[in-house]
């Protein structure tokens, strides 16, 4: 429990007030926020009111989309935004391929996170490249397997970059364990959710752990042994999920993550 | 063009019947039925008609869904279908994990290729491993990427056994390139479509070549390069294709299959 962190993507129609607000509430001690939530009243309010909720800020989500213009004035902003939190954590998304030669998009996507790098070091922010479902190739990321994500921190070589692991994109991947183990020392990030086996939208059927077919224990058990330790994300992408009452979000939220997580 | 194949499922509202003589009408000198389509009127009145109508059959769909049960009896019908319409290759989509466990779940689909493979020789069928998009793990198939195929044919070790190469499931791979060459003279089949890039459904959203955002020539450079030179079967499940005006439906085919694919 003292491990788990609500995305505020999780409960998407509440304000960012009303998430740290039941973040205390209920018990949670870590939050990760997404900065069209931090908009709403500004970053410094939002450290303020962080802060007097006793939370602590697991990550930032998201930068990246490194093809997509304004991206690098974009990227600096979402750095200075997670040093001023308090959170050593950007998550990347690191957006779509803008024409058909896949190769030439990562190449881009790797320039990028290379430009960004010192700016983040230089704000004590770790880079964190979030490997994203190969149904989401078209309009999100081109970054589609861990194994992927971990060639470019290995060619990048810098304890600045590294990896978030999300159960809900990875899970299916044959290669999973070999790189999981890979990631030893580069896990910036670990998000819990779970996938439905009658899964039907690309984007908006995320499900509540144990509601579907992820084995979450022996994924859980894998990142353990790759050495990683810091909060993890509850990050639930579903409108059926943003429409339960506040008691019951809350309360299956913390109830699932101790009973299927682990 | 004499490369074209229609498979059945990019007409599904059509009889096979219809499919044959569309077929025959536009040029096309192949055919890939699926078996709910032979089962309107018998396999070996199928083979009649599509014998008359001066049509080859490129491949039987599908054979597979291993942990289901039947499955070893149904296969052995699929195998027998096959070689009574006179084509040499089964497509096997291997079917969904039963539980959590993806490990046991892909040793259950090899052990029953593996029981299936003397039958399907004895037949002169070759079975091809489809690897389906990961996104369809849930209800369809446990195997997802080429590499994991290949690992399989390369254990059984077995000319009888391959893999079908579909550009809408395996075009996101960062491994694409290499597997595509590693797959030489193991390739039963190669299907093609395309991907939209704001795809929302994952199982009836798949387009006509040139709608979406596959680097087709790259792609069938890559499956000539590994020496394949059989048919190209177009595959589209898509209600939306499937409710053009028949002409229109074909006439599309053909030409951006002339025009897309190579």
Known sequence: MSRL??????????????VIDACAEFGIEWIGPWRHKLAEIGVEEARRRIDDAGLRVSSLCRGGFFAAGGAEEDNRRAVEEAAALGTDALVLVCGPPSGKDLAAARDVIEAGIERLLPYANEHGVRLGIEPLHPMMIGERSAINTLGNALDICERLDDPGVGVVIDVYHTFWDPALGDQIARASGRIVGYHVNDW?????????????????????????????????????????????????????????????????VF
């Open 5 to 18: 962190s609500l995305n505020s993507m999780t409960a998407d129609r509440w304000s960012l007030v009303e």
């Open 196 to 260: 439905l086996a009658a899964t039907r939208d690309t984007v908006w059927e995320r499900a509540m752990m144990g509601d579907g077919i992820i084995d979450l224990p022996a994924f859980t058990r894998m990142i353990d042994a790759a050495g990683y330790d810091g909060p993890i994300e509850v990050e639930i992408l579903n409108p059926a999920i943003w429409d339960l009452p506040r008691e019951e979000l809350m309360r299956t939220t913390v109830e699932r993550f101790e009973r299927c």
